[in-house]
């Protein structure tokens, strides 16, 4: 079951802008279809009480509504029809809190979703130190992985159960293919682009979360807008490709746009599956693979060409 499901979300986020909420849905869509009267759908349909992976793939980032008053904060995301699953998250939440004191034996759930490896003089996972952590999205893929399999304890010290690592992974799997999740620049005091990796220290762009990205507003487009560069990336840019700019999409009309186009896409990747896209190996060493091989992957090509034209404006 773990390698179908892996194959599957693999495949798609490669395709699919697995960035923000719509990126993601578009992913779980896929993979529900294609792993549609599969005894993998039937494992996953049991672990997941119903919970489509097009709806599974949000609810890591949904639990981020619980860090500023905690999982009982009414006001927060909740999963009432749910019950069990809501408790396994309560319980992950906790055994994984935001905030000042985290650290590798008690990390926050938000370090499973990136990690920030230095863009300059791009290199693999693991030939360099900084901007890695024993709870990045490379070691939790593997460890969700190693959970499904039966090898890690469902009662580990993290409160990773079988559910929550189907669900950490349909998110996972898709914030793994988003360049600025697995990628960041660092600078000096001046500004100018280090390598941290060379005994040079410097400030991190946290994958981009540093950096501010307006849009100035002019006559044809009126609207402002403000963003860091990493939620430009997660959110509009998948929106764009998408449906359009707000300003090209009426108020009334984008909701029914957006459902037309996200039904496309998902019909077609389901109908379309890329060559030769299979990743060979121990899917426990594909969250290293997939993006750690140098300038050689399509991943730090696109940041790469990215981080080369922000420093030219």
């Known amino acids: 079951m773990t390698r179908w499901i892996i194959l599957t979300l693999s495949l798609l986020a490669v395709q699919a802008f697995a960035y923000g909420p719509l990126g993601h849905e578009i992913v779980g869509a896929i993979a529900d279809r294609k792993l ?20 599974a ?6 639990i981020k509504s619980w860090d500023k008053n905690g999982p009982d904060d009414r006001r927060g995301i909740h999963f009432l029809a749910h019950p069990a699953i809501e408790q396994q998250l309560r319980d992950f939440w ?21 990690t920030d490896v230095p863009v300059l003089d791009a290199e693999k996972y693991g030939d360099g130190k ?16 190693g959970v499904l399999r039966g090898e890690i304890a469902e009662n580990n010290p993290r409160k990773i159960t079988k559910t929550i690592a189907v669900i950490l992974l349909a998110h996972c799997i898709g ?3 988003q360049p600025l999740h697995v990628g960041a620049e660092y600078f000096n005091e001046a500004g100018e682009p280090i390598d941290p990796d060379r005994g040079v220290t410097g400030l991190g762009d946290e994958g981009g979360n540093a950096l501010s990205l307006v849009h100035n507003a002019t006559a044809e487009r009126p609207r402002h807008y403000y963003h860091s560069f990493h939620a430009y990336w997660d959110l509009d840019t998948v929106r764009n490709l998408t449906i359009g700019t707000p300003d090209e999409v009426p108020k009334a009309e984008r909701e029914s746009v957006y459902a037309l186009a996200k ?3 998902i019909a077609n990747f389901v109908a379309n599956e890329p060559k030769n896209w299979r990743t060979p190996g121990d899917p426990k060493a594909w969250a290293e693979q997939c993006f750690c091989k140098g300038r050689s992957t399509r991943n730090w090509d696109r940041l790469s060409r990215l981080v080369n034209r922000r420093r030219r404006r």
């Open 57 to 62: 793939s949000l609810i890591a980032d949904d």
């Open 263 to 265: 039904e496309k896409l």
């Open 130 to 145: 900084t901007g890695r952590g024993n709870w990045d999205v490379v070691h939790t893929i593997p460890y969700c992985i």
């Open 94 to 114: 906790k055994a994984n809190p935001p905030g000042p004191d985290a650290s590798d034996t008690t990390p926050s759930h938000h370090w499973m979703h990136y």
């Open 175 to 177: 914030d793994i293919h």
């Open 36 to 55: 549609a009267g599969t005894s993998t759908a039937e494992k996953i349909k049991t672990l997941l009480d119903g919970i489509p992976l097009e709806r």
